[in-house]
């Protein structure tokens, strides 16, 4: 079974902190996400990797850097945290060979800014 | 870029009844829909998906249909149980850079199935 994995399930932190929320993924995927998750909002796109060091904004980038070193680990990083931040945030991974490209997430992030 | 809206924002059903949750999407060139379930404290998980080349796919008590013309799907579950009670999201995807998929999701349906 493919695994993400979010190293950080529930974190609280202040105003202006700089948090990094870390991910990684045991499948070898060449493809990384990070998404926001917010009720009544759905799922948005913030940053996507499709290889090491490589980065694409998504549809909310504002706010947010992110970080792929390594192809198994992709870390979002909020370099002055703020009120407007606090939400469940995403990981998910996939691959791009073969005909599924199916998208798998990981169990989120609750991350409370104070 | 592309626009899903699915409705309803939640739905509650009888236990053995169906429930069905519909989904538009805006882009023409969207050609993957996936639908995840999202159970409390979890990551979504996907459940069911279909390609632009399919009308209808099912699997089990799950079924998707989809409309190009009309850019529309929806996703059926029959003889519903308590543990399909969970919020569900659709989902319209086009590939881009890299072969990314970005996959640009519905605001989610919570299902409540009564005993």
């Known amino acids: 079974d493919v695994k993400v994995t979010q190293s950080s399930r529930y974190l609280v932190k202040r105003t202006g902190e700089k948090v990094f929320l870390e991910c990684v993924q045991d499948?070898?995927?060449?493809?990384m996400f990070w998404y926001r998750q917010d009720p009544g909002l759905g799922l948005r796109l913030i940053y996507f990797s499709y290889d090491v060091k490589m980065k694409e904004k998504g549809d909310i980038p504002e706010g947010y850097s992110v970080s792929r070193e390594k192809k198994e680990r992709f870390s979002l990083i909020l370099e002055s945290a703020s009120t407007n931040q606090t939400s469940m945030y995403l990981c998910?991974?996939?691959?791009?060979?073969?005909?599924?490209?199916?998208?798998?997430f990981g169990e989120g992030s609750w991350l409370t800014v104070v | 870029g592309e626009n899903v809206e699915q409705h309803p924002s939640t739905l509650s059903v009888q236990e053995g009844d169906s429930a069905v949750i519909k989904c538009t999407y805006s882009d023409s060139a969207s050609n993957y829909f996936p639908w995840y379930k999202q159970e409390l404290g979890k990551g979504p998980q996907l459940i069911i998906d279909?390609?632009?080349?399919?009308g209808e796919k099912k699997d089990q008590r799950i079924a998707v249909t989809l409309n190009k013309t009309a850019k529309h799907f929806s996703l059926h579950i029959t003889e519903t149980q308590p543990e399909d009670s969970a919020v569900y999201f659709c989902a319209a995807s086009s590939t881009r850079k890299g072969s990314a998929r970005q996959l640009t999701f519905g605001s989610g349906t919570q299902l409540t199935v009564l005993p």
């Open positions: 998910a991974s996939s691959s791009p060979t073969g005909l599924e490209n199916t998208i798998y």
């Open positions: 499948m070898d995927h060449e493809n």
């Open positions: 279909i390609r632009s080349n399919v």
